[in-house]
Every structure is written in structure tokens, then in C-alpha cells.
């Protein structure tokens, strides 16, 4: 790559000047000296493990090539911030990978960059380091991002007991919906929606809302715990498969938004979209009984709505039950393959 002057004055590559001009300012943590140096250090808080956890972002598999790219980035950052939540973990720092295609306009980078510095200091996890490539390909982004919890104290899916009651947080279904709406013209008149029922579907799909602000709660009383980015139905059903139990749900439980139920009254088919089309980003937990008053005081604490929704038994499946029947899904969850 060429060279020229960096705005410190340096000289150095175009990749040097954007990382210093636009990545610089969200490295804010000691150990990223400033996105100087080849790699970050990081120490962490005595008596902790480090959660890890990595998510990407493929322009035209993940997002649409003309959303908004403070919108792509403050996504594709939620995505991982929400597993360390499920965890239980605090989030720390992330590395940042992004493979922009040649043509990129720097105004998208800013934006981008503009985007990702406003969660970093609104969910504190400073950007530790990254890499920046041109592809011939489509734009792609990958986080990772790391968390602590005391040792040995991270929350599993596999640890969940017959017994235990399923909880989730917030609402489930909007995001796949707001996907919906976004594909085909038309459908908000269908389900009669008003513009702010449309409004918040769309929203929840362009931006999740990671629930960091339960990850404390978690930690302190969940069995297991995980969070729902591919369908409530699918990843209920990993958990309970990795636990080595079942689960039943009563599908009148599980808490929906004002606008999902105007959806699904218009076209009550839609509970198979709710229950399995993903892009939540809650978290589906499972806590012992005798800590259930405890979690739901935690929650309440943390501002962060909680439903339960179930119940964790002997056996193997998950059922999701309305009126005494089981309801059978074409496709449990979310699917890349
Ligand atoms: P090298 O090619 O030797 O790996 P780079 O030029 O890729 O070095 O990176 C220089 C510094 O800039 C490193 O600290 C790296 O972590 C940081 N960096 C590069 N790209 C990004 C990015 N997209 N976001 C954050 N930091 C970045
Ligand atoms: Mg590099």
C-alpha cells in the first residue's frame, strides 16, 4: 500500500492512518497502548477466568449492504457482548477483524467506527486490537470478545436439572419478525400493525439488546444458561441436550411484545416464526427452584424483564405445549447449513 502522512503526522500506510484516525479513539484501555504496538496485554482481575467468545458478520448472509454501518457495527458487537451475558461473564475488551472490499468509502468506516465506539463506552468494553484487510469479497467483521467471571464460575449449558424452572428475559420473537417486514412489502398491512408495532419489530432486528445487565443475576442463580440468537425452540433444545434432560414450555408463558401479539392475532401461524426464527439475543436460562424468588429479585434489581416460562424433567426433547397440545415446528431454529 502507498504511503502517506498519518494524522499524527507519521507517515505510514492508508490502513495505518484509518486504524489511528478511527480505531484509535475507542482503545482506551491500558494494555491496547493506543493500537501501537503489535499486540495488546491484558491482566486479569485475581481470581477470575477470562470468558472468550467470537461472532462474524458476512455483508449479504448477516446484514444488508446498505444498512446503516453504526448500526452493522454496534450488532455485530451486541452479538458477542449478549454471550458473555449468558455466561454470566462482565465483558472486558474486544478484537476487531474487518475485511472491507476495495471501494469502501471512508465515510462508511467512520460511521462504522463512530457506531462501535458508542456501545464499546455504553456496554464498557474497549476495542484491545484487530486487523484490517481488503477482500475481493463481500465486507465481513469479526469480534471477539473477552469477559470475566470468578473462577470456575462460568455459567454452562450443560449443567441444567430436572426440576429447575426455565426463565427468559424480555420478549422473544420480534427480531424474526422485524426480518419479515424487511423482506416483503405489504406485510405490516397484513398483520395490522401500527407504525410503532413496525417500528419496534424493525428495531429489534436491526439492534439487538444484549441483556449485559442480567449477566450478575446469572451468575449468582441460574443452573445453565444460554443466549437465544437462533430461535427459543432450537437453543432451549441444545441446552436441555447438553444437560442430558427435557423441558416443557407452555407457549402461553413465553413473553411477548404488543407487537408480536398484533402479529400473531392477524396470523396466529406466525408462532412457529416466534418460537424458532431467531435473532434475539435474550437469554434462556434455567434456576432451581429454591433460587428462583432470588433470581427474579436480581432481575427486578437489574431493570431486566424475566418470564417463566417452563419446566427442565427427566428424559430427553423439549416440548412446547399450548392447550394440552404439542406444538411440532417445520424447522426448530436458525440454520446456516
Ligand atoms: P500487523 O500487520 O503487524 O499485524 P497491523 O498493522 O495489522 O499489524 O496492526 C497494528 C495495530 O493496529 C495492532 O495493535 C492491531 O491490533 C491494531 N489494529 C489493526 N486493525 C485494527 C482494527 N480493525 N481494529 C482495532 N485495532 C486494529
Ligand atoms: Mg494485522
Known amino acids: ?4 502522512e498519518d494524522i499524527s503526522g507519521n507517515a505510514g500506510s492508508a490502513e495505518d492512518r484509518l486504524i489511528a484516525r478511527y480505531f484509535r479513539p475507542l482503545a482506551t484501555a491500558p494494555g491496547a497502548f493506543e493500537l501501537g504496538d503489535d499486540a495488546a496485554v491484558l491482566t486479569p482481575p485475581a481470581g477470575c477466568d477470562l470468558v472468550l467468545t467470537t461472532d462474524a458478520v458476512i455483508s449479504g448472509v448477516h446484514f444488508l449492504p446498505d444498512d446503516p454501518p453504526g448500526h452493522i457495527a454496534r450488532k455485530v458487537l451486541r452479538m458477542n457482548l449478549s454471550d458473555l451475558a449468558a455466561k454470566g461473564a462482565k465483558p472486558i475488551g474486544f478484537l476487531l477483524s474487518i475485511a472491507l472490499p476495495a471501494r469502501t468509502e471512508e465515510s462508511w468506516i467512520a460511521a462504522f467506527a463512530a457506531g462501535l465506539g458508542e456501545d464499546a463506552k455504553h456496554y464498557g468494553c474497549p476495542l484491545l486490537g484487530g486487523d484490517t484487510d481488503h ?8 469480534i471477539t470478545a473477552l469477559g470475566t467471571v470468578p473462577s470456575g464460575g462460568m455459567v454452562r449449558r450443560s449443567t441444567a436439572k430436572a426440576g429447575d424452572i426455565v426463565v427468559v428475559s424480555g420478549t422473544i420473537g420480534d427480531a424474526a419478525l422485524g426480518v419479515q417486514l424487511r423482506r416483503e412489502i405489504g406485510l405490516a398491512e397484513r398483520w395490522r400493525l401500527s407504525a410503532a408495532s413496525w417500528n419496534h419489530l424493525r428495531q429489534r432486528y436491526l439492534l439487538p439488546q444484549p441483556r449485559n445487565a442480567l449477566a450478575e443475576a446469572v451468575l449468582r442463580h441460574a443452573s445453565a444458561a444460554m443466549d437465544v440468537s437462533d430461535g427459543l425452540a432450537g437453543d432451549l433444545a441444545k441446552l436441555c441436550r447438553a444437560s442430558g434432560v427435557a423441558a416443557e414450555v407452555e407457549v402461553e408463558s413465553v413473553p411477548l411484545s404488543d407487537a408480536a401479539r398484533m402479529a400473531l392475532s392477524a396470523d396466529p401461524k406466525l408462532i412457529e416464526t416466534v ?8 437469554i434462556v436460562l434455567t434456576v432451581p427452584a429454591a433460587k428462583l424468588d432470588g433470581f427474579r429479585a436480581a432481575a ?31 424447522r426448530s431454529s436458525y440454520s446456516h447449513f
Open 1 to 4: 500500500m502507498h504511503n502517506e
Open 135 to 142: 477482500t475481493p469479497g463481500p465486507l465481513s467483521i469479526s
Open 275 to 282: 418460537l424458532t426464527g431467531g435473532d434475539d439475543y435474550e
Open 300 to 330: 427486578n434489581g437489574a431493570g431486566v424483564p424475566v418470564s417463566q416460562i417452563g419446566c427442565v424433567t427427566a428424559g430427553q426433547g423439549t416440548r412446547f405445549l399450548r392447550a394440552g397440545e404439542v406444538l411440532s415446528f417445520a
